[in-house]
């Protein structure tokens, strides 16, 4: 980034510090959002915690769901589980996709709430209908395990698709998972290198060891791209994981 772009960011900073100091909500979120971040200011998730509880109380959708992934990841306070599904639920009753979203992955998995997988599906259900990629993505899981609903493996393939062509990653991968069960290789590849285009390190580290059980010798190259691309973004396991297939 050049010293134009710096000198840009900590003016935007500024001004969105100065609108939420006189009591704007929705500056006062977007500051929560870039302290978080560090763009344009100095990274504090301490302070970033306090703006967003800030423009939580207020009613900001937003905000309470931001506060809900502070609670859920301890950025700027302890991990609190409990207090991130209620923060969650907030923004869900509001209905904010990515509230409804984070509340249903603590439900779908009993963290900080009693599990619940038909209420967690019903939530990726709205939250998809509102064109939330992520929760398209797990609607198609949802349909495809069995999760909360009867197994549908024809609505599960059309949900990951609708994620895959929304840019999701992980319903980009989902989806070439299904494309490959049908011996469509050619298009699951199509999508297997776009999720490796834009996916994050977590998501790499979990592909690339269910690509390497996949028993398709065509997938060696991906699998190999995949370690390489997890190997850039990570640690030295991750480089001793790219050494090991490699040998």
Known sequence: MSACDNAEEHALAQAILSAAEQGDVEAQALLGQ??????????????????????????????????GRCHEHGWGC??????????????????LDW????LANLLATG??????ERAAFELYRRAAGQGHAKSMNLLGRCYEEGLGTPADPVAAYHWYRRSAEAGDFRGQFSL???LL????FDEAVTWLERALEHGNLNFLRSARQSLRQVPDARLAGLVLAYHRRAAELGDSSDRQALDALSA
Request: hydrophobic share 45%; charged share 20%.
């Open 99 to 102: 509230g409804l979203y984070n």
């Open 78 to 95: 302890p991990v609190d589980l409990p207090a991130a599904a209620r923060c969650y639920r907030l923004a869900a009753d509001q209905g």
């Open 34 to 67: 870039i302290l978080l971040d560090g763009r344009g200011i100095t990274r504090d998730e301490a302070l970033a915690f306090t703006w967003f509880g800030i423009a939580a109380r207020q009613g900001h959708a937003m905000a309470r769901n931001m506060l």
């Open 111 to 116: 963290r900080g709430v009693t599990r619940d």
């Open 181 to 184: 069960a049908q011996g469509r």
């Open 176 to 178: 070439a998972g299904v």
